[in-house]
């Protein structure tokens, strides 16, 4: 998929019925092109080792052969499209998936499932900003490993990324508290009168207990305490997407 979308590839593998009929209205009202194709367990494997597909969206209510299946054939296509298994509320989280979300109930519930989907699939243009080489080095490559795309950029202290937050059409700011000029609640307090639709994650490797409720009523979107590795980042994101909790 490359930067400048022409349309997403969507596969629904799933049974064929009510379910698949109110995924389908939902596709279709999606505010960019989506291709939406659908098979069973079987057909979804050859569709995914065909490559091509953005975002696979699985019936948790398929045989598990079937989703294991499913899954191992996504995992092995390039590039990897990113998956979701479609369950009730309460259920474990499946191995191997990207996301879990409840299964829905109209088209209208389906739609925004998918906008949300296909957001998470989109690179989101994410800021590193920390005054040490080493550390922006580090984060940049935990970032990456996250299951999650991003389009990773840097700045070496508060007032840099002002600047560049100014010129650029970012989504995420990975923002450190020790820094030099500004730190980073003064530069976190800038972000947020002049980029409030930016999110926020305090980076620290200062012992403090406060810091985090500081950043939280500060309006951070999370807190990351140094070493935090990409199941952390994971986390953030899936709440930054509107992923987190969406199987309570």
Known sequence: MSGDLVSIQMLL???????????????????????????DGRLGVAALGKGGVDICIVDYRLPKTEIDGVIT????????????VVAPRG??????????????????????????????????RTLIVDDSVTVRSIVRKILLAS????????????????????????GMVFLDYNMPRLNG???????????????????TSTDDGTLAERANKAGALGFLKKPFYPADV??????????????G
């Open 185 to 203: 609640f003064e530069t976190l307090s800038e972000i947020r009168h002049k980029n409030p639709n930016v999110a926020v994650v305090m980076i």
């Open 13 to 39: 593998v799933s049974g064929a019925g009510p379910a698949r009929e109110v995924w389908q209205q939902g596709v279709a009202q999606v505010s960019v092109p989506v291709q939406l194709e659908t098979a």
């Open 234 to 247: 994971d986390a953030v994101l899936e709440r930054y997407h509107g992923l987190q909790g969406a199987m």
């Open 91 to 124: 259920t474990a989280r499946v191995d191997g998936v990207d996301a879990m979300v409840p299964k829905p109930g109209n088209a209208v519930e389906a739609r925004k499932l998918a906008e949300i989907c296909v957001r998470a699939r989109i690179p989101v």
């Open 147 to 170: 299951r999650f795309a991003l389009d990773v950029h840097e700045a070496s202290e508060g007032v840099a990324a002002l600047e560049q937050l100014r010129s650029g059409n970012f």
């Open 73 to 84: 054939a996504a995992r092995a296509a390039r590039p990897q499209p990113f998956v979701v």
